[in-house]
Structures are given as structure tokens and as C-alpha cells.
């Protein structure tokens, strides 16, 4: 359905601008049409990258932003073919290869233009999924298990209390999780009666769920950093485990930089934002990596962790590459035990009860 709007949108596109060919209007409006043309073509390209985000595709990448620009290459080549002709008309005292370079630089540095400030502007879009679940979450008000809990009255999540507790997880999620919804699924498949040791702590990424504030790197650590100094006062006597996972990992491996904690979980790691943004869309080189707004250098963090580490990898993610986790695994300084499945997508590993078996045992194994 998207592909028939694509060639819809570009046939008149190209209609509006034969007619404006025709009729000879000013040159003015032959520029505006291949503007919005190339405006068109850079926001197919980030919802291609958001889709990619949440839906496991046997395709590549580029095919499927090939595909789906197709209609509106050939429509900017059209146009770009009425441009060069009328100028020619008006200007036929300059060589036509001036005329067509010019033409050419014009729309390139437009398209370079407009792409890098959607890049810049847009990373959000692509990278995160705000969300909220208040169905889950008034059903986990009612259930005496879970706790509410609200920190510097700004980030909230959910306290699942364990009897006999001798240690808490505190688990940062994936960009398309809210804790009401995760709680709710962890306590239906069971994942939490494996949990029977640890009480389980997840707060909402801010303008998640009923966080409040809005997203960046910054606010994204600061947010760490209150839920570890929550989990630290409030639970002083108790063993802390840090578990994160897929985007989660970047702020799971910052604080556990900033802390001590007794153990470091990793679920489909990567090793920095600006890889992890290159194996979607390698442009992020030289100069341009400035202009990733979430660096999330989890490479640099881990370096100087002493804690024990378990990473949790699957061939089968085609979102995460187990070629970013294993980069990541090569920067610790200290020896970390590395689990690859081969069966499990990308969604599937935070939700898979071998995965939290894996990692309950890891636990248990830890010297006292």
C-alpha cells in the first residue's frame, strides 16, 4: 500500500511540473517541485529505517529504500530533464555542459541540505518509540505484588517485590518497551517466577509510559543515574544486577560505569551509536559522526568495568548485528561469558524464557 502512495504521489509530482513546463511558468516553481521531490525521498528513507526498527526483514536494507525510491528517482530525473530544457530555451548563449552542471550542483547540495538536517533533527524518530500501556498499568496497580514507583517525581516505573530477597535487577529496555506492558508480559509467560531471589526494578525512558521530560543522551543518563541512586539507598544491603537490553545496553553499561555493581547483563549489545547507525545507513563517517546525537559509547564504559559480565547475542537479529555485540565483547578488559543463540530474533530475546533462564544461572553461579 505504501509503494501504490509512493507512485501515486510521484506521477503527480511529474504531472504539476509538466504542466508548469508547458504553460512556462517562472523557473521558480521547476525548482520547488524537485525540492519537494528530494524532501519526499529523504522522509521515505528515515520510515523505512523506523520500520526496520521494529520488523525483522529477510531484505536488505537498501533494497527496500531502493525499492520504494524508485518512483521518485525517476520523477526527479524527468524534471530535472524540463529544468535543463528550459534553460537551454532561455540561456542558449552558455554551453549547454555549464548549464547542466550547474543544474546538477544545485539539486545535489539541496539534497545534501536538506538530508543532513533530517538526520540531525529526526534521530528520535528513528531510534525511539515512546509509549504507554494505561490498561497495564491499572492492572498492575491492583495487584499487590508491584510496587509504583515514582523517582525525582519525574521518571515512574514498576518495583516487582520478591519474598526473601537478597538482590535487585534493574533492567533498562528496549526503545519499543514501557515497563506497565513488560511486567505484565514477564509475569504471563512466567519469565518472573525464575526471579524468585530478586526484586525487579524498570523505570519508564523519559516520555514513556508516565515519565515525564524529553529524550536525549543527556536525559537518558541522567535518568540512569536516579534510578541507580533509588535502587542503591533504597535497597543498600541488597546485590545489584544492571540487565539491558538492545538500546537499553548503552544506558546499562554507562551506569554500571558509574557504579559497582555485582554483575553487568547485555541483551543484543552494540558497541556505539555510531556504528549501530552506519549498519542501518553508512553515511555516519569523518566529519558526519558529528552529527549523532546518542554517541551511547558503550565500548568506552565497559573498558573500565570490573564487574562480572554476561552478553546475550543471536545470529538471527537482523536489528542489532551480532557483529556490533562482539565488537563490544573485545572492549572489555576483564573475561566476559558470551551466550549466542542461533534460533532467536531480535524481538524475541528480552522475552525468551531460555534467555532469563541463562541469565538467573549465570546469577547463581557468581561467587558470594
Known sequence: MQLVWILLIAAVIT??????????????????????????????????????????????????????????????????????????KLEYTKPFRHIVCRLFAFLLISMLFIFLTTIYFAQEYVIFYPNASPQDRDM???DKAYKRISIDSQYTGWLRKAENADSIIVYFGGNAQNTSAL????????????????????????????????????????????????????????????V??????????????????????????????????????PVFYGPLQHLIRYPLTSDTYVGALTCPALVILSNQDTIVSPSLSRRLI???????????????????????????????????????
Open 140 to 142: 498492575l496497580m491492583a
Open 244 to 281: 539491558g537490553y538492545s538500546i537499553g545496553t548503552g544506558m546499562a553499561s554507562y551506569a554500571a560505569s558509574k557504579s559497582t555493581p555485582d554483575a553487568l547483563i547485555l541483551l543484543s549489545p552494540y558497541n556505539n551509536g555510531r556504528d549501530l547507525f552506519n549498519s542501518y545507513f
Open 15 to 88: 504531472v504539476i511540473e509538466i504542466l508548469i513546463y508547458h504553460y512556462r511558468l517562472p523557473r521558480f516553481f521547476l525548482f520547488i517541485f524537485p525540492l519537494i521531490n528530494i524532501c519526499l525521498e529523504i522522509c521515505i528513507v528515515f520510515y523505512i529505517l523506523r520500520q526496520q526498527a521494529l520488523v525483522t526483514s529477510y531484505y536488505p536494507l537498501w533494497i527496500r529504500i531502493g525499492i520504494y525510491l524508485l518512483p521518485l528517482l525517476l520523477s526527479l530525473f524527468i524534471m530535472t530533464g524540463f529544468l535543463v530544457r528550459r534553460y537551454v
Open 330 to 368: 573485545e572492549c572489555f578488559t576483564t573475561p566476559v561469558k558470551t551466550i549466542q543463540f542461533d534460533t532467536l530474533d531480535h524481538g524475541d530475546i528480552a522475552m525468551s524464557k531460555e534467555v532469563w533462564k541463562t541469565i538467573i544461572r549465570f546469577l547463581h553461579e557468581l561467587p558470594e
Open 183 to 242: 511486567c505484565r508480559e514477564y509475569d504471563e509467560s512466567g519469565i518472573f517466577s525464575y526471579m524468585k531471589n530478586s526484586h525487579f526494578l524498570s523505570i519508564d525512558y523519559p516520555s514513556y509510559g508516565d515519565s515525564k521530560g524529553s529524550l536525549s543522551q543527556e536525559e537518558l543518563f541522567k535518568m540512569a543515574d536516579a534510578v541507580l541512586h533509588y535502587a542503591r539507598h533504597r535497597y543498600p544491603n541488597k546485590k545489584l544486577y544492571i
